[in-house]
């Protein structure tokens, strides 16, 4: 459990698939992952790449801002959002972190983004919307739909995200990166 009282995010993996009656062979068929990856994360002995937990997700029928939102909606949404309320969605030294007032309905999606040197987001991302993005600080590697593009800071993109796409930082510096998509439930 987080310091919040919360499942960690395997063990809500594992209550999700429960509470829906597939087995991890059958969640495993569905998502395309291996059934001792299923294992692994489930029991918190990893966490799991983006790629991965929106694999999960999509037989889940649930979106990553779901996945992560307040379990219980507020009675009104907030306007300001502190710095330790916005909600971590990455994972292996990708930090995604969703801006996040707890309205469902919202349109917009908007993500403050780490990567580490040396990560990626790990196979390729690919939901419909779009994505658009400026990086304040490194540099990054973007690949869409089998296209490569180097970006620095100051730099920004702009990508259809049904397309597949990765971010990669294979510099030696931390890359941060502020970004908007639509739809908001990733």
Known sequence: ???????APGSRLADIRRRLGLSQRRVAELSGLTHGAICTIEQDKVSPAVSSLQKLLKVYDMSL????AEPEPLARNKVVINESELVEIGSQGVSFRLVHNGNRQRALGFLIECY????????HLKHQGEEVGTVLEGEIELTVGGEHYHLSAGQSYVIDTGLPHTF??????ECRIISAHTPANL
């Open 65 to 68: 801002s779901e996945f992560f």
């Open 1 to 7: 459990m987080s310091a919040h009282g919360e499942l």
């Open 116 to 123: 580490a040197p040396g990560t990626s987001t790990g196979g």
């Open 168 to 173: 990669t930082n294979s510099s030696d510096r």
